[in-house]
């Protein structure tokens, strides 16, 4: 079996506030795409996503985290956009994004994000994008505020064996 590699795709260091990150054009090359990002924002808020700027009820998800001391669970469907982290405005946070099977056309893409906001929240989801459209674009954005200026967002591919 392969070892997955992992394969740079982009790279955005906000220079000045923003609300939004987008990474279009995305090669259809590899198996899976990874987001990573470490924010900071001017609120503490949840980090909505969307692919292929679908803003439609497409998208379901279940979750489970803790806010520091208490155990949370949720879950959704009809729902306009993926939920990818959170950003607070006090710790910067670290999300990550996996988007398993984008450029499959054949089913519907499957959707991993894990959050750590230290001493605030920790938490995962397992979400759907329901549309069989190989995802060309990735865009996440605060449900309130901005990120901070310093927030980076890498995006990779990952190369490897799918089983």
């Known amino acids: 079996m392969a070892t997955p590699t992992y394969i740079p795709l982009g790279t955005v ?12 054009e995305i090669s259809q ?5 990874v987001l990573v990002f470490e ?9 909505n996503g969307n692919l292929n700027s679908d803003t439609g009820t497409n998208y379901s998800m279940v979750s489970m985290e803790n806010d520091g001391g208490t155990a949370l669970s949720d879950s959704g469907t009809g729902l306009t956009y993926f939920n990818a982290g959170v ?4 710790s910067r946070s670290i999300n990550i ?4 099977g984008y450029s499959d056309t054949d089913k519907h893409a499957s959707i991993l994000s894990r959050e750590n906001a230290p001493t605030a ?3 995962a989801r397992a979400m759907r994008w329901a549309n069989t459209a190989a995802v060309t674009s990735v865009a996440v954005s605060c449900s309130a505020g901005t990120f901070d200026v310093g927030s980076t967002f890498k995006l990779f591919g990952i190369h490897g064996e799918v089983v």
């Open 39 to 47: 924010c900071q924002g001017s609120n503490s808020n949840r980090i």
């Open 97 to 100: 994004v996996n988007i398993v």
């Open 29 to 33: 090359d590899y198996s899976d795409l």
């Open 13 to 24: 260091t906000l220079a000045a506030s923003s609300s939004a990150v987008y990474f279009t």
């Open 87 to 90: 950003c607070r405005n006090t």
């Open 121 to 123: 929240r920790m938490g």
